[in-house]
């Protein structure tokens, strides 16, 4: 006897734009960065498996979760709700906080590429670009422009981060496994290793208020620095 498929419902629906913007394949650019990883591999901080997963997991819990996912948190019930001003004091939140000039160019690349990449799609893209005119960010970060497309998806705010997180997760072990270099057995193993603790960062994200985001990682904006004059490099930071 065949059983008949279920009609998804619209929660579960949420879920396909976000797995469209946790994609690889989202023309954005994050393949070429490597958030300082590669300045750790060249400092021999990071140099086989075992550091290269202890780098990533220290690099979700000290500096995303404690700023960027914070801020998508933050980001998607505002561009729900359209409130501009939060928007803009987001916004302005992340561009202080890029202690780099490199750091600084991927969020305004990528958050670039991102416009770019809703006004590709025409009417599929409208909704976001709509809401990215309406806030007239200048420019808009990264974060914040990733959060105006997750918030067309119908996804809670939960759901949002997670996928932001992981969606970082991937790009990073990808940069590892050609920096350091690991093969693909060993990728996927720093991937299992970070999965379990996506959901503890998301959710120490969303227990912070304002004044408890931060973006205090000396250690990772000085390798950030040391990039930019670094002699060979495969990624952009």
């Not at 503890?200 to 990772?220: I, T």
């Amino acid at each position: 006897m065949i059983t008949p498929m279920t009609t998804p419902t619209v929660a579960d629906a949420g879920w396909l734009p976000l797995l469209w913007l946790a994609s690889p394949a989202l023309p954005v650019g994050g393949f070429s960065y490597s958030e300082g990883l590669e300045a750790a591999v060249d400092a021999g901080l990071v140099h086989d498996e075992g550091s290269a997963a202890d780098w990533l997991v220290d690099q979700l819990h000290l500096v995303l979760a404690r700023g960027e996912l914070a801020v998508v948190a933050q980001a998607v019930p505002a561009w729900c709700a359209d409130d501009h001003a939060r928007l803009r004091a987001l916004n302005d939140w992340v561009w202080q906080t890029r202690e780099t000039h490199e750091l600084r160019l991927q969020c305004e690349q990528m958050g670039h590429s991102l416009q770019a990449w809703a006004r590709s799609l025409g009417p599929a893209g409208a909704a976001v670009q709509a809401r990215l005119d309406g806030a007239a960010l200048q420019p808009p970060s990264w974060p914040l422009a990733w959060a105006a497309a997750a918030a067309t998806s119908e996804a809670d705010p939960t759901r949002c981060t997670a996928t932001y997180a992981f969606a970082w997760a991937e790009n990073l072990v990808q940069a590892a496994l050609k920096a350091v270099p690991l093969g693909q057995g060993a990728g996927q193993r720093t991937l299992a290793r970070l999965l379990p603790e996506i959901p503890l960062a998301v959710s120490a994200a969303l227990a912070l208020a304002d004044d408890e985001r931060q973006a205090f990682a000396p250690g990772l904006a000085i390798l950030s620095a040391r990039h930019e004059t670094q002699y060979s490099r495969l990624f952009r930071s």
